[in-house]
């Protein structure tokens, strides 16, 4: 008889291949390490100066960026405790569209300096009860930081736009900011509604081009199509346009008929009908008025020689999201089967042409008359991954510019608004009583890791900067912060940001640190880790990371 122990305590509670976790070294420390790790990977790509990654998804696709969201997007963190830094960041992202690596990154701060006190004997809920001040004190004084004036802009003015874009952009894509933002901004300023709290991100598209290099990116006022218009006409000017919605084809019947032909006349005239049958609907939608047809499915053989003969343009777009944009952008409404158009339905576009650009044709479409609804931004680089990386600083740009719609306040950038908060907590620090005056100054502390980490990856010596900002601070000026760019004068590369021009949005930062503070004491508020078993059978996938969620 073999000898079986019995389980007892929590053993015997929970199913059998369960993991259980307790106290502060096995679940705190490890989830708290599991942290840090994530933000040091993020961490070098902090800043203009930071570095790319190259990650490679399960599906063997290859990303080289330094977009904190996209970086912890495609690594599938499998930890649960940094899974709750990947969502904060994630948060960030869909909110603000910038700062994803700010989030990550200070959480991860936190929670190292939370780990120090923890091994110095202070509990985690005191340390908390700090956090939780430390970040109802930084919102304050980061109101008081806000530059005086700021709070009225004309979001339709391009030097204020690119004045509050420019950190977003050249975090992605230091040196070519310039560029890039006067092109974001033209773009956003087009398609800017009557009141620009309703600014859809949706309306600035990128379509992305191989070949050429960053200066010959343009600006088209309507839609770019990738692809070939279907028949010989290739260009048409100021026309009205028809949608189908479901291709432009004879239609088969729901029901299955048998049709019995019984001599040669018959057969021939069955082919004439068919044939006249698919005229008289191609006859009907030219006398309608419309000189283009866009089709979201197949276009016939014969439907496509009637359309040549009655000299209409014909166009397809396949994914039926660009297809809504279309019809948005054109004002058209879509139908559903091939039949004559009401007037109603027709819409209208300034010009239609089939140009080639860099080896790829597209199908340009303008609409400069009316409502600019949509305006697509052509970026070109020599490879696609160069062209990916573009994208993304020109979605942080168009979101930057969400955000400023709303909320138009800047505080200065290039770790200036850090270094003066973390001076301003450690006082506040100092008046606490409590053992949460320690956790304060910890948070306090993690606020220079902005600018060490911004030295570091540019190659200076943070401890030097750190120190010499500090000093410029004690002494009033609040607005000094780190430039990268020139390191000649006699402040070496400390500078007044407002004389280089270096601003970050209000609600980014606001975001950014509350939503690290969120997810640090979320962290340290878990004591116990518990879990099942993984179930049996073929692993469950989320929807693939790296997929559109259009």
Known sequence: MGFSMQPYGIQSMLKEGHKHLSGLDEAVIKNIDACKQLSTITRTSLGPEGMNKMVINHIDKLFVTNDAATIVNELEVQHPAAKILVLAGKAQQEEIGDGANLTISFAGELLQNAEELIRTGLHPSEIISGYTKSITKVIEILEELVEKGSENMDVRNKEQVVTRMKAAVASKQHGQEDILCSLIADACIQVCPKNPANFDVDNVRVS????????????????????????SIKRMEKAK????????????????????????????????????????????????????????GAVGEMALHFCERYKLMVLKISSKFELRRFCRSTGTAALLKLSQPKPDDLGFVGSVSVEEIGGSRVTVVRSEEGGNTVATVVLRGSTDSILDDLERAVDDGVNTYKAMCRDSRMVPGAAATEIELARRLKEF??????????????????????????????????????????????????????????????????KDVSTINIWDLYVTKFFALKYAADAACTVLRVDQIIMAKPAGGPARRDQPAGMDED
Request: proline share 1%; net charge negative.
């Open 208 to 231: 992305k081009l191989v070949g050429g290099g960053l200066h010959n990116c343009t600006i088209v006022q309507g839609m770019v199509l990738k692809g070939d218009a279907v028949g």
């Open 241 to 296: 346009v028809a949608v189908f919605a479901s291709g432009i084809d004879t239609s088969a019947t729901e029901t299955k008929g048998t049709v019995l032909i019984h001599s040669a006349e018959q057969l021939e005239n069955y082919a004439k009908t068919e044939e006249a049958k698919v005229e008289e609907l191609i006859k009907a939608v030219a006398d309608s008025g419309a000189k283009i047809i866009v089709s979201g």
């Open 429 to 494: 620090s100092f008046k606490e009583t409590g053992l949460d005056q320690y956790a304060i100054a910890k948070f306090a502390e993690s606020f220079e890791m902005v600018p060490r980490t911004l030295a570091e990856n540019a190659g200076l010596n943070p401890m030097d900067i750190i120190s010499k900002l500090y000093e410029k601070h004690a002494s009033g000026n609040t607005k000094v912060g780190i430039d990268l760019g020139g390191g000649a004068s006699e402040d070496g590369v400390c």
